[in-house]
């Protein structure tokens, strides 16, 4: 299984096109044709199967296309790792954020990690947990750092935590339910959550259930916080954020926190990366960086 093989097919993948893929390698029809079928020979099963509707994926290639990915990937990091071996301060790492850690750890990390190896190429990205979790199956990030629900992360990952944060309930500054003090006055309300996965029904669940109450019958789910930020800021909604929201965005958006006198559940802020799957050295040193930062 060759390098130009699995690009070919990753590329087919992805433009779910003979003609596009050829577009994005900048080689010929013909060309990406032969490569894919010498894959398929390798491989002893077909991967795709054209139409005059284009090109789809055989059970065979679809079971394949994640793997490619991963390969390649993984091959990227390789060469990076050699390199940042070999050279000391070169390569790339990709990191994906949640967006409290990008508002408050992740500065001080970053200014020291760049302070000490200002070569290396840094990728942010801010996103949801799910997002987050599709990615590192990938190949596609080093690491990341979101917030997750103790004992909710499969085995292929590992998580190292940072510290744990607090749910804290949010409304808009006029909202009539703004000085309620319980559950059960906002469990008929409007809610919206934040994150797909990283704040979603599992975890609002069980806000409501010592009440004898199920989730909230009203649900609007989004994958940006900022979004759920701006809706519960301008509509009578109910919000379940993070509390280093609080300080840092809630009045900027018009939101006044609701204090329940519920307990309401603690997340951890963890670092979490592929099990089993070294991190290359720039990306082993970032980590100690926000480890560092964290701790300050």
Do not use: Y
């Not at 059970?59 to 390199?83: T, W």
């Not at 840092?248 to 559940?265: D, K, S």
């Amino acid at each position: 299984m060759k390098p130009n093989q699995l690009h070919a097919f990753v590329a087919v993948v992805e433009q779910m096109s003979i003609r596009g893929a050829a577009r994005s390698l900048g080689v010929s029809q013909p060309a990406v044709t032969k490569i894919v079928r010498e894959l398929e020979r390798e491989m002893g099963a077909p991967l795709v199967e054209r139409s005059v509707k284009g090109v789809r994926l055989t059970q065979f290639g679809a079971a394949f296309a994640p793997r490619a990915r991963l390969l390649l990937a993984d091959m990227r990091r390789a060469r990076d790792e050699i390199a940042q071996i070999r050279d000391g301060s070169t390569g790339t790492v990709a990191i994906a954020v949640s967006t409290s850690f990008a508002l408050t750890v992740l500065p001080a990390a970053f200014k020291e990690f760049h302070a000490r190896l200002p070569a290396v190429g840094v990728q942010f990205s801010e996103t949801v947990l799910q997002s987050m979790l599709a990615r590192l199956r990938d190949g596609n990030l080093d690491f990341a750092v979101a917030h997750v629900v103790p004992g909710t992360l499969d085995a292929q990952f590992e998580a190292t935590e940072l510290f744990p944060v607090q749910l804290v309930v949010g409304v808009r500054s006029r909202h009539p339910l703004r000085h309620s003090r319980s559950l059960v006055a906002l469990h008929a309300a409007e809610w919206v959550l934040p994150g797909d996965g990283e704040i979603d029904r599992s975890s609002v669940a069980p806000l409501f259930a010592p009440l004898g109450l199920g989730p909230p019958a009203r649900v609007i789910q989004g994958q940006s916080v900022t979004v759920a930020l701006g809706l519960v800021g301008h509509m009578d909604l109910v919000g379940l954020f993070v509390e280093p929201l609080v300080r840092l965005a809630f009045r900027q958006h018009g939101i006044r926190r609701v204090e329940v006198e519920e307990p309401l559940p603690t997340m951890r802020v963890c670092i979490i990366r592929r099990a089993g799957l070294p991190l290359t050295p720039a990306a082993q040193h970032f980590v100690e960086c926000i480890q560092r930062a964290a701790v300050a």
